[in-house]
């Protein structure tokens, strides 16, 4: 075992595959104490089993780890204010979440139906949001403490996915604004946008060229979660098997100003060739394949 984590309590979604079970068996091995929280669904959000979670707490605890199940569905204000409030109950202290749940459900944005977009934002963007709310309660009164949101480089926009990319941008915003917010309170709150072989990776509807395994992600978070990373806040970091890369902040491109009123008209003369716009590198890409480009 290492001593990366060591006397933390870290809690995870989604822990029970993927992604989310490779973070809660590295921080268990670094010294956490682990809260395994999944509520044992299907790729699409359906059929829930709560021994999906119970058995990768079983397993940390066969390797000398500390671990307890929690099969709350973080989707709810209660599922995500349970995760902590076990952490607590068992542990005393909270000092790190993970919030790594998600489901998919694939479509076409013009065919997409309400019961395909809604469970997609409530497991990933609020389910990231309730165990956040919950958490930084806790955090700020022992002034410490570590959020980490699971993103996706979708977060840029894709085909086929517009719930998923847009919930995925969702907690890129999430997570900037827990940085602002509880800075002053010592909590830090970063983003991780993993390329790792996973079920939900398997549903990528573009060739992945770059891909690692979940095992790389958990590296990158435990590192996150830990003491040496307590100066990193406000971050987005991709992992893909041997790179790390580091998005931009948002920020404007370029901007013009112009005397008077805006009308359409003056607009059309002025927008095109001062300020323009900014390519869509995923949109070059398409082009590309497509034969457009």
Known sequence: MGNFLAGKVIAVTGAGRGI?????????????????ND?????????????????????????????????DDISTMAGGQRVVDVALAEYGRLDGVVCAAGILRERMLFNMTEEEWDPVLATHL?????????????????RSG?????????????????????????????????????????????AVAP????????????????????????????????????????????IAGPKIALWAQPREVRAGYAEGAW??????????GTVGADPMPLLSLLERRDGHG
């Open 20 to 36: 989310g079970r490779a973070v809660a068996l590295v921080a268990a091995a670094q010294g956490a104490a682990v809260v395994v």
């Open 39 to 71: 509520h044992g669904v299907a790729l699409d959000g359906r059929e829930p089993a709560s021994e999906v979670g119970e058995s990768v707490a079983r397993e940390i605890a066969a390797a000398g780890g500390r671990a307890v199940a929690v099969a």
């Open 126 to 142: 609020k389910g990231t949001f309730t165990v956040f709310r919950a958490a930084s309660a806790v955090m700020r009164r022992q």
């Open 146 to 190: 570590t959020l980490i949101g699971v993103t996706s480089g979708s977060h840029q926009g894709s085909v086929s996915q517009a719930n998923y990319s847009a919930a995925k941008g969702g907690v890129v915003s999430l997570v900037r604004s827990a940085a602002l917010g509880l800075h002053k309170y010592g909590v830090t709150a970063n």
């Open 195 to 238: 390329v790792a072989r996973t079920r939900m990776s398997a549903n990528v509807p573009t060739e992945l060229k770059e891909i690692g395994e979940p095992e790389d992600v958990a590296a990158l978070v435990v590192y996150l979660l830990s003491d040496r990373a307590r100066e990193i806040t406000g971050q987005v970091y991709t």
């Open 263 to 272: 009308t359409p008209e003056r607009i059309a003369e002025f927008l095109p």
